[in-house]
RNA sequence: GCGGCCAUAGCUCAACUGGCAGAGCACAGGACUGUGACUCCUGGGGUUACCGGUUCAAGCCCGGUUGGUCGCCCCA
């Protein structure tokens, strides 16, 4: 025998869960649209040369190729030749953003900009196990992506989308972080690091703060593949803690850094932070914090990251921003764009840890039983009935003892078992078991739906 | 790619210093004569992950293999 067993790093879930699960992803889906934001799919595979636009060694590194049968003989018929080994044609990706440039650049006569798409769908990443981390997960994407320019107004849009689902999600409290990408890598280049590589590794390890503390990342800024000066990253890590501050806006206005682009950065913010309170998200729920860095250097301007208030332990579980220039390995189009993302699988996963996912009703309302054979087509009859009323129905497929099917109902998690035999039919009636109260009652068939339907919930 | 920890019944875990392999849950049957869940009783269930070593004796000690898990890197 084959142990039966899933993938590490793969969600799996019994139907009960999957019932919260799916719910889940309705209220992601209706508050996207509540917005006005239009779904679509892309495949679970493309080409690897799309997916490899973005190659930072760690995207490649986590990618899954996959490869046909044929293409595979191929290719070992080359190694064997001697010939170099390529990438197979083939690869999962990794996340739905570059599947969205791909799209948008492919598409971009047929669409209406600006472009506002939502998409959820699983990704595929080979990572290492960790709590909380998958290899296989769900990413919930919203975008906008404009032609050639994209106002800063949409950057308020999707934290308050976000505000607003997770506010119905309704699973506790969560905090929205939001920076600008400009304000560090202005505030890095006017302090003299020049490379975009080097601003890059100090972007991941401000990143690390609240995680590894000021120490560390004093030390990894000093460090080689950095290289900042004591002073520098003592005036840095000042800055640093003006995120947290009330008037930090305003702090951050007063500033003597002369950098352009910190500049820009902090007008930007600004009016960011004052739209997202034009558009009702509640204060509290938008926190600017100055460390946040993300680590993909496709972003160029804001940047969000959320957590959840009780559980910060688990990370981020939607993240997202700004990149002026989405698809400009698939299109001469300039295309920016600003998106978040919610990870739903692990959410979900840190909810179900804190057992704070709600029981979601059996979407089953009765069970028809049948125990004697000759009431077979009763039971049938009033199966249809219910079924034609508008109620879920489950009804029995052959006579059994009636506690076998209690039990099954009860065991499935339907609410109301539908009992009809010899006893009934003597009565004229039919019996209305409500196993969640453990109550009985005779009812006319003819008002069995209505019985089953007004019944007090709880 | 690197490091720590772990592996005993279907599941969660016990088993003293090396001395007969156990409990709860789950499952099956019964107490309950048209009625599930709750309660009580009974029962089936094991190559102690795998390979080797030490020992009179190994679930326990030693070496290896495989798998899992938690971190690092990176990230939802």
Redo the contacts with the bound molecule.
């Keep these: 025998m084959i142990q039966p067993r899933t ?3 793969t969600l799996e879930l019994l139907p009960r869960e999957q019932l919260a699960f799916q719910k889940m992803i309705d209220t992601i889906r209706a508050g996207y649209e509540r917005f006005g934001f239009m779904p679509i799919e892309t495949p679970v595979f493309e080409l690897s040369e799309v997916l490899l636009t973005k190659s930072g060694g ?1 995207t490649e590194k ?1 990618l899954y190729f996959a490869q046909s049968t044929g293409a595979l003989e191929q290719v070992e018929a080359a190694r064997a030749r001697g010939e170099a080994a390529k990438n197979p044609e083939l690869a999962l990706r990794f ?1 739905l953003t570059v599947p969205l440039a791909r799209y948008v650049a492919q598409y971009e006569n047929q669409l209406a900009f600006p472009f506002r798409r939502y998409q959820i769908q699983r990704v595929y ?1 080979g ?9 296989e ?1 769900y ?1 919930c994407d919203i975008d906008v992506v404009g032609k050639d320019t994209l106002p800063l107004m949409y950057d308020a849009e999707m934290p308050a989308v976000i505000s607003e689902v997770f506010r119905a999600l309704d699973f506790g409290p969560f905090t929205i972080r939001i920076n600008n990408r400009k304000l560090l890598n202005g505030l890095l280049r006017g302090g003299g690091i020049d490379s975009p590589e080097k601003r890059a590794a100090a972007l ?1 390890e401000i ?2 703060l609240e ?2 503390g000021e120490a560390k990342v004093t030390e990894a800024l000093q460090g080689p593949e950095v290289g900042m000066s004591a002073a520098a990253v003592g005036r840095l890590l000042e800055f640093l803690k003006l995120g947290r501050a009330s008037d930090a806006v305003a702090q951050l206005e007063k500033l003597p850094e002369t950098d352009e682009l910190f500049r820009t950065g902090v007008t930007e913010l600004k009016s960011v932070l004052e739209a997202i309170a034009a558009l009702g998200v509640p204060s509290g729920t938008v926190e600017l914090d100055l460390s946040i860095a ?3 250097d496709y972003y160029t301007g804001t940047i969000y ?1 959320t957590v959840l208030n009780n559980f910060p ?1 688990i ?6 921003g700004r990149y002026d220039d989405l698809a400009g390995h698939y299109t001469k189009s300039k295309l920016p764009g600003v998106g978040l ?3 739903l ?3 979900f996963f840190q909810l179900r840890e804190a057992q704070l996912l709600k029981p979601v009703d059996h979407p089953t309302a009765a069970y028809v039983t049948l ?1 004697e054979p000759e009431l077979a087509a009763d039971a049938r009859a009033i199966a249809t009935e219910l079924r034609r009323s508008g109620l879920n129905v489950e009804l029995a497929a052959e006579p059994q003892k ?2 076998k099917q ?2 099954y109902a ?2 499935v998690g339907i609410r109301f078992a539908v ?1 009809y ?1 010899h ?2 039919r003597e009565r004229g009636c039919v ?1 209305l ?1 409500d ?2 109260a ?1 109550t ?1 009652r005779d009812v006319q068939r003819s008002e069995l739906a209505q019985a089953i339907r007004s019944a007090p919930t709880g």
Excluded at 129 to 134: A, E, F, L, M
Excluded at 315 to 320: E, I, L, M
């Design positions: 993938v590490p790093g760690e986590q996340d990443r990572e290492r196990n960790q709590k909380g981390r998958y290899r997960f990413q991941r990143d690390k995680k590894i993300r680590g993909l990251e332990g990370g981020s579980v939607c993240s997202g993302s919610i990870g699988t692990r959410l125990t009636l506690p209690l039990k009860d065991r009992i035999t006893h009934e019996a078991k196993l969640r453990n009985q």
